[in-house]
Structure formats: structure tokens, C-alpha cells
């Protein structure tokens, strides 16, 4: 685990490596049983002067690579730095024994440091030091051991003499041209140059291959030259090594004509034939098949090189699948195939393909990928209080499967001195009952043939008694009604227990109103005045106690009581924005204002008052939003209000328009990253240019698409533009003034600049896991010319955080994200992306901090309580679940909870479970809409950003009575002249016991006024009630609802009436069956329609319809004589003419006959919409100014028309 100073930041909060306390039976346990009884190591705080005083292992820090090529002609300088209390000392092996480096006068140790410096300049020679290194880093506590570090020399030779012929090749053959260079150390790097030092050119047809080699698929007359030249660069060194030139010479066909023609005789027929053209052949690799090996993590490099006219081009595929997307680059006109980043699932079978005109040719490479060992699990740094119990796990993997095994102060563990505390099972070392002379630095090992992978990590055992961290009597203020946080952070081993009192003397807080942290932190979740006060912070444990004291202050919160409003004015008008406030006195406030989010303008005219905000002279550029910010030391409140600028009334004026476009643009004074634009204004149109907008167009990147450059005052015609590498730039003028903006000018000539280095690194850098065990590395990519060159990658670098890691980096194409894989399971790490292209490297990136990848959480939250407060809402609590569980960013905590059964009815119902969300880490919620007199069960998870994690067991609680709903129905039946009958259904929600009914009812008069209120208790256990003693012919209104014992519910309304006397009941009956009175009603429908037939006849034979006419139409209707030939009214009779009957029907409530208005409509004998008679709209003109008839006043029946009803209204 990563160690800051001289103590763990935050020492192991995983569940690989975690504690107990020592129980009895510990040494019989099982490891099952172990590892469930195991707790969390020791946190030790990142506090300056605790670390200084507590004891530690040592820590190496800084070492040198493993594989260390040094300059021969520089010091060289062997990195081994650790820490650890009390200061380590520091020896060294060389080759395996001890390495003695006061008997060397030219080595020297750094004084407090293990890092050698040889002195090589002072005569000594780098070969003389070759040989593996080892450091070792000791104190009391144990010893820790660096990497065997091997030193190597770098090595240029010079290249070997040899006599090169001439080399002579008929036009069209294949040549391959040999560099062979030197074995160097490292391996030097090859390229092929002319006397002229300029690079060959090479394509297709000609390129070098992996090995240094010149290739010619076929070679043709601009080929023949005497300086191919092969040079090796040795990194190291600083050397180049040039090899003799080699020397081509390709015979044309026409050359080898002319050769022939001069020996042979006129009568001899000659003549070379014409270059043939020929189908693929592999130069490399050679045969049909071959095989690689390379290892994971590594660039996977295959090439293919063919001969063959016209010239082959090349495929690539991989047999029985893809080629991985992301991870797959040609290089050398892809002759070369390479995947970096190899893993075993890109091992297989690649075949390159060689085609042209004539045919193909192809080559199997049988690549397998093997891997060094790498790490699933590095032992981590563990803490421990005398008596824990814990466990250091080391974990890698390989290909093929490293070897674990295990040192202990950097001896071999099966020669280390026997420690009873330390049991080895495989890759895993468990304590039991451990002392302090249980610490120790333990190394694991895992190796396979490819590599080693070597981790310290140490068991430091401690006995602390407790230390309060938080400085004496510190000061917190907070505002009214928010939480209140209040420090304690403390140390000691074993971990002391935290209580906190109120007061001096206060008793110790406990209760739903407080919140109490792990790290000792008191939370007040709602801060009120009568929270101020001191509060005493105790920690204790086995070995002691301490306390510590803060002050608590509350403040009155910041309010605005005058805000600012929205304002309209007018040009050159003057305008105010008010905003006054209330605050404690004891806080400063300060005033701020802001137009539309941005500062306001550096302009005389915008006064600011202490609690106002006056402009002076508006213009059109005022208009916007302008709030005020009102800020303390502990709030911050605001307010907006909106400008609209108008116009000033009317007035001549002079026309004002855009001004026209600039012209005649000119570049000068050409340098790589500035140049000089000129330009001549256009006509202004009388409004004066304010300023010029200069917009350029990058068309090496982005052809077409034009970008703001910069602007510059009206007055100005010239700027000095600055200028980026590698973009073919053209400018263009926009002129502003107040009306807008011109069109924009011609563009300008172009000028490309030259490639440089990349000015800057990717931005938005984020390192996120999509999975358990990786990293996903995302950033935006450099835009077009911010390249500033051809070629344009990344490099990519990360490395644990908190740990002393080297960088792990790899360069990859222009592409926006890189997954790291086999990370652990949310931990967090260093991340910088680099840009590089052709030219080089950008500036050293800044560093940010990423996760690797969340798992779901492992545990449930415990000790689940809930509180009923009453019948629809109960409080559930809950323990948080300790942060190394959760494997990831804690979003919160998910309560899922439904109702079981009902308590009234014992029915089993379908579950439906709801779920409610509380963000953060709150340890309580509020469940609401629950209902009464029920059974619940709940249970409670915690949500990262991966999911949620298990259930807590469920938990049942029930709800209280509550008032039932109103009964499912109420019925009146079997009205009497005295009686009715009451029916009704239970609540359909009893929520309860019922314990009665209540019904209460009172007439209703003719005027609709109520009596007075009769009330009766019913039980429980009736369903139907005959009320007597009551009025004959009467309506009463009835209130009737259940009752539990918490109340009553809401009630159900209904109204009924009594019958008359039984004789006009029977009359009335008698008379509505009757056959005559079914005829009166016929014969009174057949009179208003024989009527509006006479209308209608009269109106189309173009009579005036006088008003006697109208009289004598609204005759009474029974004495109407009716057509008697056949009782029809002939073709009008149809359905819709008896519309109006059916209408006319119904009557008011209070049953009285209105007497119907005289007017000169004939509405009243249609269907009551405004005389529509006939298409040509005449009618319609001359009774245009006819209303309809208001509606009859009063309350009109609910109830449908009936004969008793019918017979009422000719009463």
C-alpha cells in the first residue's frame, strides 16, 4: 500500500486483506470460518506530526529498472530510496553476495539515501560494472528489497569492413539490399540515406523491411544510383554508424538492345524481349508458414514483403476471425501488421496476402502470445493492533502460470526465523494473534520464464493509546437549518471507540437528531440555534482516553426581502435594479451584479449602490438579464430580473444600414508563427464601424469551415495574427457596427505554416472502469490544426496512485480511449495523456485521477430499525455500510418495502413492492402513503455506480388504525308515506376495526332549504336500516359514514323521497296508463306539426307572415283541427319533426309549467336552433335578431322523465 511520510495514507480498506479481534477459539477455526470473523485494518490519518512520531517499516520508494542500459561514457547512477521510521540504513548484493563499497574508492552511497553513483569519469570503466544489483532497506522493523536491477553498458560498434560489388539487375527483377548492421545495445535504429543525407523515398514498390533491409518489389531506371547507404543510430551513445555506399545499377531494355546490336552483325537478328511482367513472390517471410511468439502487454509486429510486376499489394486477415478494432495499425504500405497491446486472445493465425494482375501468393504466421507475470492481486501494507488477526494475498498470473513464493526481510520464508503468529497457504500468509514482534516486511515473488514480478509489503504491529487530531477548541459556524459537521479525528491502536456530550458536564448525545461518522465526526443533519454550544469529542481505547472540545455557532440565513424587477425603458433612459437584504449581524455580506452571467461592463454609466443598481443613458447593448449575488462567509443568495431596451418614439432620421464588406486583404511580414493583415474599410452606411471580426479557414484540415481568429477596434485596419504549425491558413474582415454585420470580404492568399511539436496535450482526461478489473481511459482528441503536424498520437500513461510505481505507458493512434485490463477492483490512478506527431513530443501533461472499474457492493446495511409515527407513515433507520464494501462511488440507499396483508380482512394480496431512493450516505428515511392497519416488510440496499447490493433481512412492522373511507355505496329503497329503506356496503378501506355507523339526514322544503339534523349510531355488524316516523311526499337528505376507533371516516350523500297519500299515488298511476291521455299526447303532437306545415307552405309561396298568422299558429294546440283522411300530416311527418315533443317533454324540478313568452319566431315548432327551414338562408335573415330562451331557473331533476312526471305538466 501506498505510504506518504512515514505512515500508510490510508492503509487497507479491501475485503482481501482485513481484521478480527482475537477470540479463544481462533487457532481451531477453520479458514471459512476466519475469514468471515475478519474486520478492517487499521486507518492511520494524514497527519504531519503523527506520522512523524509512529513507528514503520521501510518502504522502497525509488529504484532503477530492472534491465538498466547505461551510457559508458556517464557516472552511472544505480536509484534505491526508501522510508521508514526510525530512518532506514541501506546495503547492497552484486551478482548475488554482498557488494562492499567502501573497499571501491570510485562507488559512494548518497548520504541518506541507498542510491550508488559509480564514478566513470574519473577513469573507471562501465564494463568493469556490469552484474545484478539488489538493494536491500533495513531499520528495526524489518527490511524491505528493491528489484534485481542489471547493469549494462551501451554498446555502438562500428561496422565490419567488406568489399560491396556492384550491384546489376535487368529492369523489372526483385533486389533486396542488406544493411546487416552491428549488434549494439539496444539495438540500433536503421534508415537508408544518400551522400546528400536525405532520406530515400519509399513506396509500394520500394520500402525497408523490420530487419534494416532495402526491398525492391521490382526495380525500374530511376533506381540505378551509387549512394544506398544504411545507417545505424545507437539511442544511447548519441552515434551514428554509416555503411559503405552500395551501388545499383538497373539495365534498361533499351540499354541491353543497344549492347547487343554493337556485337552482333547487320544480317543477325537481336533484340531483348520486353520487361514481363510476373505474379507475387513472398522475399519475406520465406515458405508458406512460420511462427511467432510475443508477449501480452507487448506491439505485435508481422511483416510480409513480395516481389512481382505490376507491383502486389498487400491484405492482411486473421484466420476464424477479426482483427481487433482500436488495436490494429499498418505501417510501411501495409507491409507490417502490428496490435498493440497483445493479450493471449490475439494469438492465432494471420495471413498476409501478396495480389496482382497475374495472381496472388500468401504466408501463414502462427502467432502465440505469452505474458510475464502481472498482477491480480499485489500484497498491500497492513496495519495491526496487538492481538488482530489479518492477511497479506499475492496473486499473479502469467502464461505460463508463475511460481508464488515468499521472503520475509528479504530471506527466503522457509529460512526466516519461525514467527507463531504466520501461517504461508500458497499465495497467502494469514496472522493470528499478532505482537509487536510480528512486524516485519514480507516479499512475494511470482516468476515465470518470460519475467519476475517482486512486491513488498509490510505487517506493521502497533500499540497507540488514542490521539485527537482536531485542533483544541476549533470554531464552527454553520446557517440556521442546515447540517452542522463537526471534527474529531483521532488515532489509536487498537481503534478507540468516539462518544460525544454536549457541554462540559452534558450527558452523552445519542438519538435520531445526531448522526455519528466513523472517522468521529458529529453530524447535526439540521442545525437550530438552541444547537449552539460546546461540544466534547472522547476517544478511548484499552491503553487510554483523551478528549477534545469545538464550539458550535448558528447563523441567521441571508434572505433578499426587496428583489430586483423586470424593467422596460427606453433608449437613453435611466434605470434602477433594487436589492436589499437581511442577514446576521455578525456576518458581512457582499453585493455583486452580474449581466447575463458575465461581469458588467467597464462602463461609467452602470452605477452600483450599496443595495442598488443604477444605468445611466440606456442603449441597445444593455438589454439582458442582471442579477445580484449576496455573499457571506457561510451563504450565498441571488436574484435576476430582465432589461428590455425599446425604441425612443419616432423621428426622422438618416437611414442606417450594415457597412459594407472589407476589401483588398493583404498578408505580410510571413514569419512560422505570426503574420501582418491588412485590409481597406467598406462604406460605413452613417452608422460608424465599431470593430472588425478577422475569421480564417484552415484548408489542410477543414476546408470550407471558417473560424473567429480575434477582432480589433474600428479605427484599426492591420493586426498581427498569431499563427499555429502546419495550416494552410485563409483570412477574411467582417465589419460590426450597431445596425450588424457586414458580409464577409474575400478571402485572402494562402499561407502554410510549417510543422512543429504539439503546443498542447488532449483535454477532458478521464480514467473510468466499465468492468470490475478495468480502466477505461478517455480524452478528447486534438481538433485539426492543434496537431501542429502530420502523425499525430498519444501517449498513454498511468500508474497506481499512492503507490511508487513506475509509469506504465503505450503510444496509440489518433483514437480518444485506451482500457486498461486486469486492474483491481476500484482503486484509484494516476493518468496523463501526451501528445506527439512526426515532430515530437507536447508539453509534459498535467496528471488526474481515475477509478478503475466498481463491482457491486458486498454487504447489506445492519441494524435496520423502523419507527411508525402514525398510521400512513413510518421512519426506517439503518447502519451505513462500511465504505470498503461498497466498491465503488456511493450513490446512496434503496428501501424496498410492501404491504404483506391487511389486518382488518387477514386477505393475502399480489406484492407489489415499492422502492424509494436516498442519496448520499443517509442512514434514515421517511416512507409515506402506507396504509393503516396493515402488515409491511421492508429491506434496504446500498447503490453504487455498478448496482445494488444484497438485501438486509426483511423487516416487518405494522401500521395503527386510521379512519375508514366512505361506505361503498348507500341505497334507499321501498319509499312509504312514512319510511324508507337504507342499504349499504362496508368501507371498501376499513383501515380498522369498525365500531358503528353514523347516519344523520334532514328534510328539504320547496325552496331548498335544510331542517334540522337527526343523527343515529349504527353497529358495526348491519348492512340495512328501515327509517320510519317520516314525513309523507317530502325529499331528506342523508350523510352516512364508518367509524374505527381512531374516528370517523368520510361520509356518502344521498337523497330519496317519501310518496304522497295513496290515493293520489294510485291516481296518478291510473291516469298515466290510461289510453286516452297516450291520445291527448298524440293528438297534441300532430297539431304542432300540421302548424309548421302551413308555415312552410305559406313561406315558399312568398307570403309575408303576418303577425295575426303567428297569433293564430300559437293557438291553443288541443284546439287545432287535425287532418282526418288519414291521421298522417303527409311527407313532413318524418322522425325528426317530432324532436321537439320529445324535448318539450321534461319540466323543472320544482314541477310547475312556465307560461311560455309570445315572440315573433317560429322557433318555438322547430327543433330550437334559430329557424334553420330552409338552404337559401332567407328565413334565417328576417329573424335574425331572435335570442334563444334562457334556460328555466331553479334545480333541475337528475332523475328521467316519468309518466307521473308527464302528468304533472298538464296539471
Known amino acids: 500500500m501506498k505510504l506518504d511520510l512515514l505512515l500508510p495514507v490510508s492503509y487497507l480498506i479491501q475485503p482481501k486483506i482485513m481484521m478480527r479481534k482475537k477470540s479463544t477459539s481462533a487457532s481451531k477455526a477453520s479458514l471459512v470460518l476466519f475469514l468471515c470473523q475478519m474486520i478492517s485494518a487499521l486507518d492511520v490519518p494524514l497527519d504531519s506530526k503523527l506520522l512523524e512520531e509512529l513507528s514503520q517499516p521501510p518502504t522502497i520508494t525509488q529504484q532503477s529498472p530492472k534491465d538498466y542500459i547505461v551510457d559508458p561514457r556517464e557516472n552511472i547512477v544505480i536509484q534505491c530510496e526508501a522510508k521508514g521510521k526510525p530512518p532506514p540504513s541501506f546495503s547492497w548484493t552484486r551478482n548475488g553476495t554482498h557488494f562492499d563499497i567502501d573497499k571501491d574508492a570510485l562507488v559512494t552511497m548518497k548520504p541518506n539515501s541507498g542510491t550508488l553513483v559509480v564514478n566513470i569519469m574519473n577513469g573507471g570503466k562501465a564494463e568493469a560494472y556490469e552484474g545484478v544489483y539488489q538493494c536491500t532497506a533495513r531499520n528495526e522493523r524489518g527490511a524491505a528489497i528493491s528489484n534485481n536491477i542489471v547493469i549494462r553498458p551501451s554498446r555502438s560498434p562500428l561496422w565490419t569492413k567488406e568489399r560491396l560489388e556492384p550491384n546489376q539487375v535487368r529492369e523489372g527483377d526483385s533486389l533486396v539490399l542488406h544493411c546487416r548492421p552491428p549488434v549494439g545495445l539496444p539495438p540500433p535504429i536503421i534508415f537508408w540515406m544518400d551522400n546528400a543525407f536525405q532520406r530515400l523515398p519509399q513506396s509500394e514498390r520500394v520500402s525497408q523491411g523490420l530487419n534494416g533491409d532495402l526491398y525492391f518489389s521490382n526495380v525500374q531506371p530511376e533506381d540505378t544510383r551509387e549512394d544506398y547507404i544504411c545507417y545505424a543510430r545507437f539511442n544511447h551513445t548519441q552515434t551514428i554508424q554509416q555503411k559503405q555506399p552500395i551501388s545499383v545499377k538497373v539495365l534498361s531494355m533499351d540499354s541491353l538492345n543497344d549492347t547487343i546490336a554493337a556485337n552482333l552483325s547487320d544480317t543477325d537478328i537481336y533484340g531483348a524481349k520486353p520487361v514481363k511482367e510476373r505474379q507475387p513472390i513472398l522475399l519475406t517471410p520465406t515458405g508458406s508458414t512460420s511462427n511467432k511468439v510475443e508477449l501480452r502487454g507487448n506491439v505485435l509486429s508481422l511483416e510480409c514483403i513480395a516481389a512481382g510486376l505490376p507491383t502486389p499489394v498487400i491484405r492482411w486477415i486473421k484466420e476464424g476471425g477479426e482483427l481487433p478494432a482500436n488495436r490494429t495499425f499498418f505501417e510501411n504500405f501495409k507491409k507490417t501488421l502490428k496490435i498493440i497491446d497483445v493479450s493471449e486472445a490475439d494469438s492465432g493465425n494471420y495471413k498476409c496476402i501478396a495480389r496482382n494482375t497475374l495472381g496472388s501468393t500468401h504466408h501463414v504466421i502462427s502467432v502465440t502470445v505469452k505474458a510475464a507475470p502481472y498482477w491480480i492481486t499485489a500484497p498491500r501494507n497492513l496495519v495491526l493492533s496487538p492481538g488482530e488477526d489479518g492477511m497479506l494475498i499475492c496473486r499473479a498470473n502469467g502464461n505460463p502460470k508463475p511460481h508464488i513464493s515468499w521472503l520475509s526481510n528479504g530471506v527466503p520464508i522457509a529460512i526466516a526465523p519461525e514467527d507463531p503468529s504466520r501461517k504461508v497457504d500458497g499465495d497467502t500468509i494469514i496472522f493470528s494473534d499478532v505482537q509487536e514482534r510480528s512486524s516485519a516486511v514480507y516479499q512475494c515473488n511470482a516468476s515465470n520464464e518470460y519475467g519476475y514480478l517482486l512486491a513488498n509489503a509490510f505487517v506493521n504491529v502497533l500499540a497507540e493509546p488514542p490521539r485527537i487530531l482536531t485542533p483544541a477548541n476549533k470554531l464552527y459556524q454553520v446557517i440556521a437549518n442546515n447540517p452542522a459537521l463537526l471534527d474529531c479525528a483521532y488515532f489509536g491502536s487498537p481503534k478507540p471507540e468516539i462518544e460525544w456530550f454536549k457541554g462540559v458536564k452534558g450527558s452523552i448525545l445519542r438519538g435520531s437528531e445526531y448522526v455519528f461518522h466513523e472517522n468521529g465526526t458529529l453530524e447535526i443533519p439540521v442545525a437550530q440555534k438552541d444547537s449552539i454550544g460546546t461540544y466534547t469529542c472522547v476517544a478511548r481505547n484499552e491503553l487510554g482516553k483523551i478528549q477534545n472540545e469545538v464550539q458550535l455557532q448558528v447563523k441567521d440565513p441571508t434572505i433578499i426581502i426587496k428583489q430586483p424587477e423586470y424593467k422596460v425603458i427606453q ?101 512560422e508563427r505570426s503574420i501582418e493583415l491588412s485590409w481597406i474599410p467598406g462604406d460605413e452606411n452613417n452608422s460608424p464601424i465599431t470593430n472588425f471580426v478577422i475569421e480564417y479557414e484552415d484548408g489542410l484540415h477543414e476546408p470550407g469551415v471558417w473560424h473567429y481568429q480575434t477582432e480589433v477596434p474600428g479605427s484599426q485596419t492591420m493586426v498581427q495574427l498569431k499563427l499555429s504549425p502546419y495550416v494552410n491558413y485563409s483570412f477574411r474582415v467582417i465589419a460590426v457596427n450597431e445596425i450588424g454585420r457586414s458580409q464577409p470580404s474575400e478571402p485572402s492568399e494562402q499561407y502554410l505554416t510549417k510543422a512543429a511539436n504539439p503546443d498542447e496535450n488532449p483535454s477532458n482526461v478521464q480514467g473510468i472502469g466499465s468492468e470490475p478489473d478495468n480502466l477505461v481511459i478517455t480524452w478528447e482528441s486534438l481538433k485539426g490544426f492543434q496537431s501542429n503536424g502530420p502523425g499525430l498520437q498519444y501517449k498513454v500513461s498511468w500508474r497506481q496512485k499512492d503507490f511508487d510505481d513506475e509509469w506504465t505507458s503505450v503510444i496509440v493512434a489518433n483514437v480518444s480511449k485506451y482500457i486498461v485490463s486486469g486492474t483491481p477492483t476500484f482503486v484509484p490512478y494516476e493518468i496523463k495523456v501526451q501528445a506527439l506527431n512526426d515532430l515530437g513530443y507536447a508539453p509534459e501533461p498535467q496528471e488526474v485521477i481515475g477509478h478503475s472499474g466498481e463491482d457491486l457492493p458486498m454487504v447489506a446495511p445492519g441494524n435496520v430499525q423502523v419507527h411508525v409515527l402514525n398510521s400512513t407513515l413510518a421512519k426506517v433507520h439503518w447502519d451505513p455500510v462500511p465504505l470498503k464494501t461498497v466498491r465503488g462511488h456511493l450513490q446512496g440507499y434503496k428501501v424496498y418495502y410492501w404491504k404483506v396483508q391487511s389486518l382488518s380482512r387477514r386477505n393475502r394480496r399480489h406484492v407489489e413492492k415499492k422502492i424509494l431512493t436516498f442519496r448520499g450516505n443517509k442512514t434514515f428515511g421517511m416512507l409515506p402513503g402506507l396504509e393503516p392497519y396493515s402488515s409491511y416488510k421492508l429491506n434496504v440496499r446500498v447503490v453504487n455506480g455498478k448496482g445494488e447490493g444484497p438485501a438486509s433481512p426483511d423487516k416487518e412492522f405494522r401500521t395503527p388504525e386510521g379512519v375508514p373511507s366512505s361506505p361503498s355505496f348507500l341505497k334507499i329503497t321501498d319509499p312509504t308515506l312514512d319510511s324508507l329503506t337504507l342499504e349499504w356496503g362496508s368501507p371498501t378501506h376499513p383501515n380498522g376495526i369498525l365500531t358503528a355507523y353514523i347516519l344523520k339526514f334532514q328534510p328539504i322544503n320547496n325552496t331548498h332549504e335544510l331542517g334540522p339534523l337527526v343523527e343515529i349510531r349504527i353497529p358495526a355488524n348491519e348492512s340495512s336500516l328501515i327509517l320510519k316516523n317520516l314525513n309523507y311526499s317530502t325529499r331528506y337528505k342523508f350523510y352516512f359514514n364508518a367509524q374505527t376507533s381512531v374516528g370517523s371516516g368520510s361520509p356518502i350523500t344521498e337523497e330519496a323521497v317519501t310518496i304522497m297519500d295513496e290515493a293520489m299515488a294510485s291516481r296518478q298511476v291510473d291516469i298515466a296508463t290510461q289510453g286516452w291521455f297516450i291520445g291527448l299526447m298524440c293528438a297534441v303532437a300532430l297539431l304542432i306539426l300540421i302548424l309548421l306545415i302551413v308555415c312552410f307552405i305559406r313561406r315558399n309561396k312568398g307570403g309575408k307572415y303576418p303577425v295575426k298568422e303567428k297569433e293564430d299558429a300559437h293557438a291553443d294546440p288541443e284546439i287545432q283541427p287535425m287532418k282526418e283522411d288519414d291521421g298522417t300530416f303527409g311527407e313532413y311527418s318524418d322522425a325528426e319533426d317530432h324532436k321537439p315533443l320529445k324535448k318539450g317533454s321534461r319540466t323543472p324540478s320544482d314541477r310547475t309549467v312556465k307560461k311560455e313568452d309570445s315572440d315573433d319566431s317560429l322557433v318555438d315548432y322547430g327543433e330550437g336552433v334559430n329557424g334553420q327551414f330552409n338552404e337559401d338562408g332567407s328565413f334565417i335573415g328576417q329573424y335574425s335578431g331572435k335570442k334563444e330562451k334562457e334556460p328555466a331557473e331553479g334545480n333541475e331533476s337528475s332523475e328521467a322523465p316519468s309518466p307521473v312526471n308527464a302528468m304533472n305538466s298538464f296539471v
Open 571 to 671: 433608449r437613453a433612459g435611466q434605470v434602477s435594479f433594487e436589492c436589499t437584504i437581511k442577514h446576521d449581524p455578525t456576518l458581512i455580506p457582499t453585493i455583486i451584479w452580474l449581466k447575463d452571467n458575465g461581469e458588467l461592463p467597464d462602463d461609467e454609466r452602470f452605477l452600483v449602490g450599496k443595495d442598488n443598481l443604477t444605468i445611466m443613458n440606456v442603449t441597445d447593448k444593455d438589454d439582458g438579464t442582471y442579477t445580484c449575488i449576496i455573499n457571506t462567509t457561510l451563504d450565498s443568495v441571488s436574484a435576476s430580473a430582465v432589461l428590455t431596451v425599446v425604441a425612443a418614439p419616432p423621428t426622422p432620421a438618416i437611414i442606417y444600414a450594415r457597412p459594407n464588406p472589407p476589401f483588398d486583404l493583404e498578408l505580410t511580414g510571413q514569419l
